[in-house]
């Protein structure tokens, strides 16, 4: 990659960093230079803190903790790399080698494809390519980045004791809500290996793992929606992402207890077959979103602000909210966008859809008011803002 980052000498920051990419190749540059995507700056005080300007984001980034500090960087590394690629086909998925054959685990949010990577480094003799970002060659090889697996935190209340002491051992750079698990099976930067299988989770509740085919359809729209690469033509991302699936094996895993996953995942997968004989696969159904918890509005006088890793992301001529981080990015509308903005200073609904009614006069006021209110309880689900502190 051509691009690079400028970082201060804060051995905390950069020990940060070897730990969660000790693979990756770098060089060090002398003085200033224009060519890079993100400049980081030590905080004065006890208490190290971050801010990062991007070019990837309108304004920057401050008051950030070292592993808050590291992902922001990490992503606008993977941002660049993703622009400067061949592989033009870059999936949003987690991946594990078992022996020579790549397993890419994708699905919708919140659909527990990191915990499940996080519990799969458990298993010494899987090779870990990715949580987050695989990119796939026109071999249809997925490409290791190098780079650690990170857990959201606290980890889910039923998951094993084993499995929390073995985090409690691994675990790198944390906040509060996210950390980095070393362990020693992450594959090295630049290790390649086919795609074998596609496996699309469905997180459930008291539900035996169990494994259903996917359909050709369903398959190909997974693909496509978690492309993160840049192509042509959609013609083009097609015809990759067709060629993808028309090689592997196209499963749903519907699964509720983290041991359970991982165990028939083994023995799917673990062989030299396309997936084991005597794995029992049920018969593709019609794929149906999980349903959406009804959400509890926030009171219109609750005071947010914004997140401290949140920023928005200018791609073509749309604005999209992101985490630091975290490649589930949300479109703005013309409300959303200008609620991000005039959260620059902390406010309530009652209090933004006073401002935005003097530009929205066509929109009743008591309608604009619920608007801004829908939108500041979605962001706060999504972590983009939180309540302010008084």
Not at 112 to 136: H, N, W, Y
Request: hydrophobic fraction near 45%; charged fraction near 20%.
């Amino acid at each position: 990659m051509s691009k690079g980052i400028c970082l201060p000498e804060d051995t905390a920051l950069l020990r940060a960093i070897s730990k969660v990419v000790p693979s990756w190749p770098h060089t060090l540059a002398e003085g200033n230079t224009n060519d890079i995507v993100a400049r980081v700056v030590r905080n004065p005080g006890i208490l190290a803190t971050y801010d990062i300007s991007s070019a990837y984001v309108d304004e920057p980034m401050t008051g950030l903790s070292a592993a808050s500090a590291v992902c922001a960087v990490l992503a606008d590394i993977l941002e660049a790399h993703v622009e400067e690629s061949d592989s033009q086909l870059t999936l949003h998925c987690g991946a594990v080698a078992f022996g020579k054959k790549l397993v890419v685990l994708t699905g919708p949010r919140r659909a527990g494809k990191s915990t499940l990577i996080g519990r799969l480094c458990a298993e010494p003799d899987v090779q870990i390519f990715c949580d987050d970002v695989l990119p796939i060659n026109m071999h249809g090889e997925g490409i290791a980045l190098g780079i650690a697996p990170r857990l959201r935190l606290p980890l889910p209340a039923q998951a094993s004791p084993q499995f929390k002491k073995f985090v409690g051992s691994h675990l790198g750079p944390r906040d509060d809500r996210y950390g980095y698990l070393c362990s020693g099976n992450v594959a090295t930067h630049g290790t390649r290996l086919p795609v074998g299988a596609i496996v699309v989770l469905d997180r459930q509740n008291d539900t035996p793992a169990q494994l259903r085919w996917m359909t050709e359809d369903d398959a190909l729209f997974f693909a496509l929606e978690q492309n993160m690469g840049q192509f042509e033509s959609p013609q083009a991302a097609l015809n990759q992402a067709h060629d993808l699936i028309g090689n592997a094996c196209c499963v749903r895993l519907i699964y509720s207890d983290l041991d359970e996953a991982v165990a028939l995942l083994r023995q799917a997968f673990d062989c030299h077959e396309p997936i084991n004989p005597a794995t029992l696969v049920k018969p593709a159904q019609a794929w149906a979103p999980p349903a959406i918890e009804k959400q509890i509005q926030a009171s219109v006088d609750l005071v947010f602000m914004r997140a401290p890793a949140a920023a928005v992301r200018r791609i073509g001529n749309s604005a999209f909210l992101w985490q630091a981080g975290d490649h589930s990015i949300w479109r703005l509308n013309s409300v959303g966008e200008a609620v991000w903005a005039l959260l620059e200073i902390p406010g309530s609904a009652k209090e933004l859809s006073a401002i935005l009614g003097e530009v929205f006069v066509q929109v009743p006021a008591h309608q604009l008011e619920a608007d801004v209110c829908r939108v500041l309880t979605l962001m706060q689900e999504l972590e983009f803002v939180t309540p302010a502190l008084c």
